[in-house]
Every structure is written in C-alpha cells, then in structure tokens.
Antibody
C-alpha cells in the first residue's frame, strides 16, 4: 500500500513537497524502484522520476533542474521536491512501486496539488 | 526522446473486441506495459512485458507487439471496461519512462 501526503495548495515560485509512505513491505529490496508520476487535470500521465532504496535516481529531463527525490528507508518513505512551481505544475501526483525499473505494479491513490496564489 | 502514439478515443459495443494501439519506433524491441485508469481513480497495471497479466486481471485482457505497434486487446468488452488506457515503455537510450497519450475507451 502507498499513500501520498503533503500540501494541496502551493504558491507560485515556491517548492512543492510530497511524501509517499509505503506499508506492507520494506522499501529496502533490490527488486523495486519507486516512482513519482503526475497527471494534470484532464490530461495524460507524466513521469517525474524513479529512486532506488540506495538513493540512485533517474529524472525526467524536462523537470530535472527543478526535481529532487530522496528516500528514508527507516521510515519506509520516499519524497519529492519540485521547486519554482508554476500553474503548469498543478496536477494529481501519484507515487508508485516499480518492478525493476519500469513496471508500475502498485500505485498510491494520488493527491491533487494546486499551484495558485 | 522516444515517443509513443495512441489514438485519443475508441468506441466499442458490449460483447465486441477492443484493440487499443500504441505506436513507437521499433517498439517490438522494448517491453510494453499497459495501464487502465477509470474516472477519478489511480491507474492499475493490466499487462506487463508486452503480454503478461498480473494476478486478478481477467483473461479477456491480452497484449501483443510487432514492428512499430503494440496492441492491447480486450475481448468481450463490458461496461466496466470503460476507462482510459495508457501504454508505457522504458527508453533506455535516455533513461526515461515514457507514457503514451492515452486512449479513452467508450462502451456504447
């Protein structure tokens, strides 16, 4: 089970911060990567990045300059920070477990983050 | 970067077969995964590695890939299959996950 948490409203130019809490198993497995994926209202899915329990990351190049992902295996959590947000970053943000590097076999329910003053 | 192209919409009558396509250059060389997203819900995995079904996914869902096109086939379509369907691959040249734009399946 994965659960996203964080503010639902962020002001333009500020930093969006979300945490995904993983329950029902340890994050410290070499079988899995962990991902953030977002979906603007009425649009398709956009990959943000993947992180391994060791901290190894892959980021979407279109967001790389603004994204930081981190992992805290002691809390079974991983996090997303996206800085300098604009209205274009308004979306439902999902966290997901990946089998290996690519297959999102479990998703969180998603959390809507709105960027507005 | 690698691009996946899906038709925006598809309409099928109940009991018929729906074929959702996903186009990409030499997609046959990649492992394609498919997700179903019903309105207001998170996506769920319905096919992985071109043709494998996760446990709990009905046998009516199947996948294939050839040349530049991957296909998700839904046999004996039911009203409950109405959803958006997304294909996805890993672009190893750029270390990126890539999603198709999604196909909205309407059951008439």
């Amino acid at each position: 089970h994965l659960q996203e948490s964080g503010p639902g409203l962020v002001k333009p130019s500020e930093t969006l911060s979300l945490t995904c809490t993983v329950s029902g198993g340890s994050m410290s497995s070499s079988r899995y990567y962990w991902a953030w994926i977002r979906q603007p209202p009425g649009k398709g899915l956009e990959w943000i990045g993947n992180i391994f329990y060791s901290g190894n990351t892959y980021y979407n190049s279109s967001l790389k300059s603004r994204v930081t992902m981190s992992v805290d295996t002691s809390k079974n959590q991983f996090s997303l920070k996206l800085n300098s947000v604009t209205a274009a970053d308004t979306a439902v943000y999902y966290c997901a477990r990946l089998l290996g590097l690519t297959v999102s076999d479990h998703w969180g329910q998603g959390t809507l983050v709105t960027v507005s003053s | 970067s690698y691009v996946l192209v899906q038709p925006p919409s598809l309409s099928v009558a109940p009991g018929q077969t729906a074929k959702v396509t996903c186009g990409g250059i030499n997609i046959k060389s990649k492992e394609v995964h498919w997700y179903q997203q019903k309105a207001g819900q998170a996506p769920i995995l319905v096919i992985y590695d071109d043709r494998d079904r996760p446990s709990g996914i009905p046998e009516r869902f199947s996948g294939s890939s050839s040349g530049n096109t991957a296909t998700l086939t839904i046999s004996r379509v039911e009203a409950g299959d109405e959803a958006a369907y997304y294909c996805q691959v890993w672009d190893s040249d750029n270390d990126h996950q890539v999603f198709g734009g999604g196909t909205k399946l309407t059951v008439l």
